[in-house]
């Protein structure tokens, strides 16, 4: 039940979210569905423990977002991260890429 008060919750705030933060680059629905996504990965959980701990890190985040502690390019990595490449790993390929 604190799983979808949270999400609820979440929702309410996101108007506010989207608008303080600058994320006028996409609509207000697309960004809705984003956060929708962000709850539903997680959906498989069945573990009450590892649930209850991501519903206070949630309250945490919205704790956070209320208060401005997060800067927007901070937001658009959390909710976007899957869009990020990955930074190579192994020698060769950090070397064709330049970064070492």
């Known amino acids: 039940m604190s799983v979808l008060q949270s999400y609820k919750e979440f929702q309410r705030l996101t108007p506010k979210f989207w608008w303080d933060f600058g ?3 996409m609509p207000l629905g697309v960004f809705r569905a984003v956060i929708k996504k962000q709850f539903t990965k997680n959906g498989h959980l069945t573990d009450v423990r590892v649930i209850d701990r991501l ?4 309250h945490q985040h919205m704790k956070s977002i209320r208060y401005a ?3 927007p390019d901070h937001v658009r990595n959390y909710l976007f991260a899957e869009n990020i490449e990955a930074k190579p790993k192994d020698f060769l390929s950090k070397f064709l890429n330049g970064k070492e």
């Open 23 to 25: 994320l006028h680059d």
């Open 55 to 58: 519903v206070g890190e949630t």
């Open 69 to 71: 502690f997060y800067n």
